[in-house]
């Protein structure tokens, strides 16, 4: 059974740093691409940032460009996200999701049940 469980949310103030985890289990993870997204209430769901398979490519959403920060740690099956320098319109419920392909196709077949995000002014 593939199984993504986030951890790591919680209160953060603005200018502050969160690092999100997601650990992932149930499939070979270093043959997959896993992506972030995250939505905030009243909103659509927002990809934020993906890795490859091998951590070679990554990519980000140009709002949290130059502030967070995606890796993975094969020997733990986890992705971590490192947020800096946060904003209050970060606040969302943080997925993380696993792609169908090696590479950020965007065709993500399993999602985790997320952790909420909130920042403070």
């Known amino acids: 059974e593939v199984r993504l469980v986030e951890s790591g949310g919680g209160l953060g103030q603005a200018g502050g740093s969160l690092r999100l985890s997601c650990a992932a289990s149930?499939?070979?993870?270093?043959?997959?691409?896993i992506g972030w997204f995250r939505q905030a209430p009243g909103k659509e769901r927002e990809g934020v940032s993906c890795i490859s398979n091998t951590g070679g490519n990554t990519v980000y959403a140009d709002s949290v460009k130059g502030r967070f920060t995606i890796s993975s740690d094969n020997a733990k099956n986890t992705i971590y996200l490192q947020m800096n320098s946060l904003k209050p319109e970060d606040t969302a419920v943080y997925y993380c999701?696993?792609?169908?392909?090696?590479?950020?196709?965007?065709?993500?077949?399993?999602w985790g049940q997320g952790t909420q995000v909130t920042v403070s002014s």
């Open positions: 149930g499939f070979t993870f270093d043959e997959y691409a």
């Open positions: 999701a696993k792609d169908s392909s090696r590479l950020c196709r965007g065709e993500y077949d399993y």
